[in-house]
């Protein structure tokens, strides 16, 4: 198995841009986490999906982040528009459920200037 | 809102030594998993202690889960350079599969 896809593997945008973030969880896992990564603030989860319904947004940020997840095998993460305070490494992650291991992706390093 | 608090937050020793790194919280959790993150990469699972009390061993890898699931700790002997990275704790609560992250340990291993 490839493991959890991510693209794209960096990003760099100007601020007020449209970013969207893709995954591919591996195939059998019915849940797919979305974290963020900064120095300052660790790893955060921001939404997870289990069978391809959204669980838990309240780590969602404000209303310009939106995940959706159409199929088991594909979830996108979308910022509108982007602002310099989003940069980060944003992954994404499958697992098959509770007190399983989460597969991480290789995550995609986003920079707004 | 959940905190796991690591320590330390740095941490640079020799090859050959033993070193032991912690995870605390005032809050119980269910589960207590702990992930090795290398740069440029996510985090790779080590392992999940489920049990109060519960003590694992994976190699040089000695984990232990507190008595009362609040805290965990991390031992390794006789590090190497391959141990560098990023340990992160994370702990789930009952019935749900969130994770959540503790403010990790960078460990370095100088050869």
């Known amino acids: 198995d490839a493991g959890v896809i991510q693209s794209p593997r960096h990003e760099v945008t100007e601020m007020g841009q449209e970013v969207t973030l893709r995954c591919k969880p591996i195939s059998g896992h019915n849940s797919l986490f979305w974290y963020r990564q900064t120095m300052m603030r660790g790893l955060e989860l921001l939404i997870y999906f289990n069978n391809n319904v959204p669980i838990d947004d309240s780590g969602m940020p404000e209303d310009r982040f939106s995940a959706k997840m159409p199929n088991a095998s594909f979830s996108t993460l979308k910022i509108q528009p982007s602002e310099p305070r989003d940069s980060a490494v944003y992954f994404c992650a499958s697992g098959e459920g509770r007190l399983t291991e989460q597969f991480f992706g290789p995550g995609t390093r986003l920079t707004v200037l | 809102t959940q905190l796991l608090e690591q320590s330390p937050q740095f941490l640079s020793i020799q090859e050959g030594e033993n070193l032991t790194v912690y995870c605390n919280s005032s809050s119980v959790f269910s589960s207590l998993q702990w992930y090795r993150q290398e740069p440029g990469e996510g985090p790779v699972l080590l392992v999940t202690?489920?049990?109060?009390?519960e003590v694992k061993k994976l190699k040089r890898l000695t984990f232990q889960f507190g008595d009362a699931r609040k805290d965990s700790s991390l031992h390794i002997t006789a590090a190497q350079t391959g141990d560098t990275g990023l340990y992160l704790c994370?702990?789930?609560?009952?019935?749900?599969?969130?994770?959540?992250f503790g403010t990790g340990t960078r460990l370095t291993i100088i050869p």
């Open positions: 994370a702990g789930t609560n009952f019935g749900n599969e969130k994770l959540t």
């Open positions: 202690v489920v049990t109060g009390g």
